[in-house]
């Protein structure tokens, strides 16, 4: 399982490995097309033996990682690129767990469900694997209202002209408090 091959006799050896981004789950296999593609939400390594990219190595499957999407037929992170089929960011404004099967952090158990970035004084830029990752806060003298889905730190605005925003991830208008009187 997991490669190809063909030949006259029995002992004849096997070609190479099932190609990256699809799988052999069983012996006999003729071409590096194998049985098929990676399922979605997984990522495919060459010489996998089952459809969730684990290999003869490797028993543990191989979801697409949290902050990236895969289609059916994602190759292995390791050495891809977006274009021949490596795990593709998510979203600007969503964010995406482990296993997501599109741009807004759907997966193959509830692909409906759409991770939109929702955390108040947060944003979620592309590649985004929480609503509310640390480095993700709107920025000083900027505030962010929940469930607005902002993509960058500029979030929902300034502050209110006579207020201040002494810290990152400001939740309303007034963000820290009123400026002092002179």
């Given at each position: 399982?997991?490669?190809?091959?063909?030949?006259?006799?029995?002992?004849?050896?096997?070609?190479?490995?099932?190609?990256?981004?699809?799988?052999?789950?069983?012996?006999?296999?003729?071409?590096?097309?194998?049985?098929?593609?990676?399922?979605?939400?997984?990522?495919?390594?060459?010489?996998?033996?089952?459809?969730?990219g684990q290999?003869?190595?490797?028993?543990?499957?191989?979801?697409?990682?949290?902050?990236?999407?895969?289609?059916?037929?994602?190759?292995?992170?390791?050495?891809?690129?977006?274009?021949?089929?490596?795990?593709?960011?998510?979203?600007?404004?969503?964010?995406?767990?482990?296993?997501?099967?599109?741009?807004?952090?759907?997966?193959?158990?509830?692909?409906?469900?759409?991770?939109?970035?929702?955390?108040?004084?947060?944003?979620?830029?592309?590649?985004?694997?929480?609503?509310?990752?640390?480095?993700?806060?709107?920025?000083?003298?900027?505030?962010?209202?929940?469930?607005?889905?902002?993509?960058?730190?500029?979030?929902?605005?300034?502050?209110?002209?006579?207020?201040?925003?002494?810290?990152?991830?400001?939740?309303?208008?007034?963000?820290?408090?009123?400026?002092e009187q002179?």
């Amino acid at each position: 399982a997991g490669r190809f091959g063909s030949g006259s006799s029995p002992n004849a050896q096997c070609s190479g490995p099932c190609a990256a981004g699809r799988y052999g789950g069983e012996v006999g296999l003729t071409t590096a097309e194998c049985t098929g593609e990676c399922m979605a939400g997984y990522a495919c390594a060459a010489g996998s033996i089952s459809a969730t990219g684990q290999t003869a190595d490797d028993a543990s499957s191989k979801p697409c990682r949290a902050g990236f999407y895969c289609e059916a037929g994602a190759v292995d992170e390791r050495g891809g690129t977006a274009e021949d089929g490596a795990p593709k960011p998510c979203d600007a404004g969503y964010y995406c767990g482990e296993a997501s099967i599109d741009p807004q952090g759907g997966t193959a158990a509830n692909p409906t469900a759409k991770k939109k970035c929702s955390v108040a004084g947060f944003f979620c830029a592309a590649a985004s694997s929480a609503p509310d990752e640390p480095e993700q806060r709107c920025a000083k003298g900027r505030y962010g209202v929940q469930d607005a889905g902002h993509t960058t730190s500029a979030c929902s605005g300034p502050c209110d002209a006579g207020y201040f925003g002494a810290n990152e991830g400001q939740t309303n208008r007034s963000c820290s408090g009123k400026c002092e009187q002179a």
